[in-house]
Nanobody, 125 residues
Framework: QERLVESGGGSVQAGESLKLSCTFSYPYPNWCVGWYRQVQGEEREGVATLSSIGTVSYSDSVKGRFTVSQENGKKTFYLQMNDLKPEDSAMYYC????????????????????WGKGTQVTVFS
């Protein structure tokens, strides 16, 4: 079925930047893609979403530091993460759903039907 493959994670010093990439195969004309993150033993947290209608949403904790964008070919999207903080450390997953983004897609993980395997981001001070 649909595939999501993310990459770009790593270990960086606080204040530095990383850019995550996700390639996807999605057959639907309407969709919602984005990023979630999860710390071991904690709940999943929505980070950002990008809708097929062009709207973007961010969690308050990353707003102003992170940016989600899409490749022109519409097969790859990114998460540019600037001014990284230790509390940003988590496993980051690219995610997708077969409909346009709603508020719930960022707030409720279960609204995302497709998940990548994840890429680890570690920020040290």
């Amino acid at each position: 079925q649909e595939r999501l493959v993310e990459s770009g994670g790593g270990s960086v010093q606080a204040g530095e930047s990383l850019k995550l990439s996700c390639t996807f195969s999605y057959p639907y004309p309407n969709w919602c893609v984005g990023w979630y993150r999860q710390v071991q033993g904690e709940e999943r947290e929505g980070v950002a979403t990008l809708s097929s209608i062009g709207t973007v949403s961010y969690s308050d904790s990353v707003k102003g530091r992170f940016t989600v964008s899409q490749e022109n070919g519409k097969k790859t999207f990114y998460l540019q993460m600037n001014d990284l903080k230790p509390e940003d450390s988590a496993m980051y997953y690219c995610v997708a759903d077969s409909e346009r983004c709603r508020d719930e897609h960022l707030a409720i993980a279960a609204f995302m039907d497709y998940w990548g395997k994840g890429t680890q981001v570690t920020v040290f001070s």
